[in-house]
C-alpha cells in the first residue's frame, strides 16, 4: 500500500510540474501572435486561456482519452511508474532542446514519452495509433500554413487597419478554445491516470488551468520572442492570421480526437502568411531550426522514456 500511495504521490507531483511547463511552452505561444496588437492584453488574454482551459473539457475529452488509452494502456501494476517515467522524459527531451534555442512542441515529445515508456514497460501500444497521430502531428503545421497563405489574401481584401482588432478577437478566441479542446488536454490526461478518474470534474479541470495559467504568465516574454521575432518580420496581420489558421486546423483535428501541437499550428500559419507576402518575409534559418527540433522530439522522448521504464521496471518490479 505504501508503494501504491507513494507512486501515485509522484506521479501527481509530477503532472502538476507538466502542468506548469506546459503554460511556459504554450500560453506564452498562444498569446505572442497577437501582441503587436492592444485588442487582447496579456492579463485578459490569460484570463480567458484559464478559464476556457478549464470549461472546455467539460463538453469534449476526446484527445485526453487518446492520450491515456488509444496510444498505450496505462492500467495495471506500475501504470503510474511508467507515466511518470513518460512525463519527465517528454519534460526533458523540451527543456534540452530549448535550452539549446530549438524550441519544440510539447504534445510530440508527451506522445513519444507515452509510446516509449509503454514500450519499455510491456504495456498494450497500439502502432496503428500512434502512427495516426504521428500523421496529425505532422499535417497540422502544413495545414496551418496553407490556411494561413490563404487567409492573408482574403482579410487584405475584406478589412481594414481599423476591422483587425474584431478579427484579432475572433482568431484568439477561436485558438483558445482549439487548444483547450485539444493541445491541452494532454495536462487533462496525466491527471487523469495519476488520480484515477474519467471525464473532467471541474475541481480537476480548474486545477489544470491555474497551473496553466502561473506556467503561462512566466513564458510569456520568450515564446514571444520565438514565435513573433524569429520566424517572421512580423506585422499585426501576420499575428491575426495565425490564430485564425491555426485554430481552425486544431479544433478540426480536436474533432476527431487527434491530439496536435498548437505551437506547430502557429508557426505554420505565420510561415504561411508570410509567403503569401513574399517568401523574403520569412526567416528561413529560425523556420528550419525549430522543425529540425520537431523531427528530433517525439524519436528523442520515446527513446529516453522507453529505455528509463525498461531499467526502472527491471530493477523496482522485477
Not at 54 to 64: D, E, F, G, H, K
Request: charged fraction near 5%; proline fraction near 4%; aromatic fraction near 6%.
Amino acid at each position: 500500500m505504501g508503494c501504491l500511495l507513494l507512486e501515485a504521490a509522484v506521479l501527481i507531483a509530477v503532472a502538476c510540474l507538466f502542468a506548469v511547463v506546459s503554460g511556459m511552452n504554450d500560453g506564452g505561444a498562444l498569446l505572442a501572435t497577437g501582441l503587436k496588437l492592444p485588442t487582447v492584453r496579456p492579463v485578459t488574454g490569460i484570463l480567458t486561456l484559464v478559464v476556457l482551459v478549464a470549461v472546455v473539457p467539460l463538453a469534449t475529452q476526446q484527445v485526453a482519452q487518446t492520450f491515456v488509452t488509444r496510444l498505450a494502456t496505462f492500467s495495471g501494476p506500475g501504470a503510474k511508474t511508467a507515466m511518470t517515467i513518460a512525463v519527465i522524459a517528454a519534460l526533458v527531451v523540451v527543456m534540452t532542446l530549448s535550452a539549446q534555442g530549438r524550441p519544440t512542441s510539447l504534445t510530440l515529445a508527451i506522445v513519444g514519452g507515452l509510446t516509449g515508456a509503454g514500450l519499455g514497460w510491456g504495456l498494450p501500444v497500439s502502432a496503428g495509433s500512434v502512427v495516426l497521430v504521428l500523421a496529425f502531428g505532422l499535417a497540422a503545421p502544413l495545414v496551418g500554413g496553407l490556411l494561413g497563405w490563404w487567409m492573408i489574401r482574403l482579410l487584405l481584401l475584406i478589412t481594414d487597419s481599423h476591422g483587425l482588432p474584431k478579427w484579432h478577437w475572433a482568431g484568439f478566441m477561436l485558438q483558445t478554445v482549439a487548444y483547450a479542446a485539444n493541445d491541452g488536454q494532454k495536462m487533462l490526461a496525466v491527471f487523469m491516470i495519476a488520480l484515477g478518474f474519467s471525464g473532467a470534474p471541474l475541481g480537476y479541470t480548474s486545477l489544470v488551468a491555474l497551473l496553466f495559467g502561473l506556467g503561462a504568465v512566466y513564458g510569456l516574454p520568450r515564446a514571444g520572442r520565438t514565435l513573433s521575432r524569429e520566424i517572421i518580420a512580423s506585422r499585426p496581420l501576420h499575428g491575426v492570421v495565425a490564430e485564425l489558421a491555426s485554430g481552425t486546423a486544431v479544433i478540426a483535428c480536436a474533432a476527431l480526437g487527434m491530439p496536435v501541437s498548437m505551437t506547430q499550428a502557429i508557426a505554420g500559419g505565420l510561415i504561411g502568411a508570410g509567403v503569401a507576402q513574399g517568401s523574403g518575409r520569412v526567416r528561413w534559418y529560425a523556420a528550419v531550426k525549430i522543425v529540425i527540433a520537431w523531427l528530433l522530439t517525439l524519436p528523442a522522448s520515446a527513446l529516453v522514456a522507453g529505455l528509463a521504464a525498461y531499467v526502472v521496471k527491471g530493477v523496482a518490479w522485477s
